[in-house]
């Protein structure tokens, strides 16, 4: 009887691709989700958990994303300085003024594996909060 032998991809081997996500109109998670997907390489059929065999994911229009429900005004986001009294709170609605890039980043990073892997997938990540027209001829990928 023959054995089936399990083939695992290696790094040099993977051939990435460009894909690029409108976030005008997309609700946060669902991009977010979608653009991880893509990231880790689970869309493949060579996909191998613990290399990082995914594709370049580049997001325009950050600043036009939208949450359902309350999250709104009710989602916060927290960061501290590291000296006492450092702490800073800031909610949905005013980091998406400041920070669009930072939101999205943040719902993608807390999808993606949280170790040096997950690390390097995350540079392939770019985030633009207009639409440049360089990203014109890169496949648009749809969210549903």
């Not at 580049?58 to 927290?78: C, E, I, M, P, S």
């Not at 960061?79 to 609605?93: A, I, Q, V």
């Amino acid at each position: 009887m023959k054995k089936i032998r399990t083939i695992f991809t290696r790094e040099q081997d993977v051939k990435r691709t460009w894909y690029k996500i409108d976030a005008t109109g997309q609700v946060l998670g669902r991009l977010a989700s979608k653009a991880a997907v893509y990231l880790r390489g689970k869309h493949k059929p060579t996909y191998t958990p613990q290399t990082d065999c995914g594709d370049f994911i580049v997001v325009v229009n950050a600043d036009k994303v939208k949450v359902t429900g309350r999250k709104l005004k009710g989602k916060t986001y927290f960061t501290h300085s590291g000296y006492p009294g450092g702490d800073k709170t800031l909610t949905f609605e005013r980091m998406i003024e400041i920070k669009p890039e930072k939101v999205i980043q943040l719902a993608v990073r807390g999808m993606l594996p949280h170790n040096r892997l997950g690390d390097k997938m995350i540079k392939k990540l770019k985030i633009f909060k207009t639409d440049p027209a360089q990203f014109s001829k890169i496949q648009k990928l749809e969210v549903q």
